[in-house]
Nanobody
Framework: QVQLVESGGGLVQAGDSLRLSCAAS????????MGWFRQAPGKEREFVAAISRSGSNTGYADSVKGRFTISRDNAKNTVYLQMNSLKPEDTAVYYCAASPGLGVTLKRSEYDYWGQGTQVTVSS
C-alpha cells in the first residue's frame, strides 16, 4: 500500500514556473514507477510524465516535452514535476500516481495508487 500526497500547486501567470512534489508513505517507494497525470475541467485525465524506479528513464506527453521535468528522490520518498514556461492550457488538477510495473508507462490503468491532486491554474 502506498499513500501519495501532492503539493506545490497554485495560481501563476503564463510563462512562470512551478514545482510540484508528491510525498509517498511506506518503505517501498523505490519499487514503484511514478507518474504525473492531469485533468482539466470537462476533460479526461491525461498522462503528463513518468519516471522509472531508479530514475534513469523518463517519459513525457508531447504537450509538455521540453517544458516539464520529472525527477525523484528515493531517499526522501518523493517525486517532483518541474514545470517551466507554463501555458493557460496547462491549467488542471495534477495527480501523482504509483505503478508496480517494471517500466515507464503512460497507461492510466497501470497505476494502482493515486494522490488527491493539486490545482494548477495558469492565467494568460
Amino acid at each position: 500500500q502506498v499513500q501519495l500526497v501532492e503539493s506545490g500547486g497554485g495560481l501563476v501567470q503564463a510563462g512562470d514556473s512551478l514545482r510540484l512534489s508528491c510525498a509517498a508513505s511506506g518503505r517501498t517507494f523505490s519499487r514503484y514507477v511514478m507518474g504525473w497525470f492531469r485533468q482539466a475541467p470537462g476533460k479526461e485525465r491525461e498522462f503528463v510524465a513518468a519516471i522509472s524506479r531508479s530514475g534513469s528513464n523518463t517519459g513525457y506527453a508531447d504537450s509538455v516535452k521540453g517544458r516539464f521535468t520529472i525527477s525523484r528522490d528515493n531517499a526522501k520518498n518523493t517525486v517532483y514535476l518541474q514545470m517551466n514556461s507554463l501555458k493557460p492550457e496547462d491549467t488542471a488538477v495534477y495527480y501523482c500516481a504509483a505503478s508496480p510495473g517494471l517500466g515507464v508507462t503512460l497507461k492510466r490503468s497501470e497505476y494502482d495508487y493515486w494522490g488527491q491532486g493539486t490545482q494548477v491554474t495558469v492565467s494568460s
